[in-house]
């Protein structure tokens, strides 16, 4: 039986349907906004940088380090028990009399110096550093503890 030749006839080529470069630029904005959000969503986040006064106050009573950053007439005029005495001047010079193991709670009269003091041990590597606004002029008039002298 002789063979018949069959007509092969070509195939369609299925086209893929490509995808247009604005859809890939959506895709990789919603990723990144997705990972971004996420971040955002489970980083850890900083402390407060600032403290109250009723909240230093609880602090130092848990163990806090309070670092007052006066000036030695400015502390022996009143001060906060407990406190350590570094005037503002010296910190930089002295950051290894401060814990590093410790909350720290910066104060100095009225909350401005403190901030400084604050960023000074920040910069410098220590972890959890807060500034008391208001300084020892609200703690006092808030009634809080003071000790008068050196």
């Given at each position: ?5 069959r007509?092969v ?8 349907k490509?995808?247009?470069i604005?859809e ?5 904005i ?14 850890p986040q ?8 009723s909240?230093a106050a609880?602090?130092r009573?848990?163990?806090?380090f ?10 022996e ?32 009269r009225?909350?401005?110096?403190s ?8 910069d410098?590597?220590f972890?959890n550093?807060?500034?008391?606004s ?13 000790v008068?002298?050196?």
């Amino acid at each position: 039986m002789p063979r018949t030749k069959r007509k092969v006839t070509p195939k369609k080529k299925i086209q893929k349907k490509q995808t247009p470069i604005w859809e890939w630029v959506l895709i990789g904005i919603a990723v990144v906004a997705s990972i971004v959000l996420l971040y955002n969503r489970f980083a850890p986040q900083p402390a407060e940088l600032t403290v109250t006064v009723s909240q230093a106050a609880e602090k130092r009573d848990q163990g806090a380090f309070m670092l007052d950053v006066r000036e030695p007439s400015e502390w022996e005029e009143f001060h906060m028990p407990g406190a350590t005495l570094i005037p503002l001047a010296e910190l930089p010079d002295r950051l290894s009399e401060i814990p590093t193991d410790r909350e720290i709670v910066v104060v100095c009269r009225s909350g401005n110096r403190s901030q400084t003091g604050r960023d000074i041990l920040l910069d410098a590597g220590f972890k959890n550093v807060q500034s008391m606004s208001g300084g020892m002029n609200e703690w006092r008039s808030e009634g809080l503890p003071i000790v008068i002298g050196p």
